[in-house]
């Protein structure tokens, strides 16, 4: 059974995630996954611009995940203009702004990936489904 959204950011969400399922990236739903992507919306889901979205990617395993999770907080803090490339604890990390968003665009929305898979791909195809045409 499929639980409806309740918001058209998670139908955005949703969108992308069919997207990126498209280009045959596979991403990771695990717990702990899970629990580090809403770790991280939750402290810049408010603080953002109305027009502005923060959309970042790590990869899997994510290896001390609560370690993890600050330190990108703090990088995210401070995000240059061109975006964010770096590895925190063995995990890669990628992040850009996405200016010029929709009004129902998540303000910031993240994917957990295996190191295999292209994370400016992802972050491509994110940025062209929260950007307004």
Do not use: Y
């Amino acid at each position: 059974m499929d639980i409806e959204p309740s918001s058209k950011a998670e139908i955005t969400e949703r969108k992308i995630a069919k997207r990126i399922a498209e280009a045959g990236i596979r991403l990771r739903f695990d717990r702990v996954a899970l629990r580090f992507l809403d770790g991280v919306k939750a402290a810049f889901d408010q603080t953002l611009p109305i027009d502005q979205s923060l959309a970042f990617t790590i990869t899997a395993p994510i290896k001390l995940p609560a370690k993890t999770s600050a330190a990108l907080q703090e990088r995210l803090r401070q995000l240059p203009t061109q975006g964010l490339s770096t590895t925190i604890n063995g995990n890669g990390i990628r992040a850009r702004m996405v200016k010029n968003t929709r009004r129902n665009a998540p303000r910031v929305i993240g994917f957990v990936h295996n190191p295999e898979n292209n994370a400016d791909l992802l972050l491509d195809i994110a940025e062209t489904c929260l950007s307004r045409k």
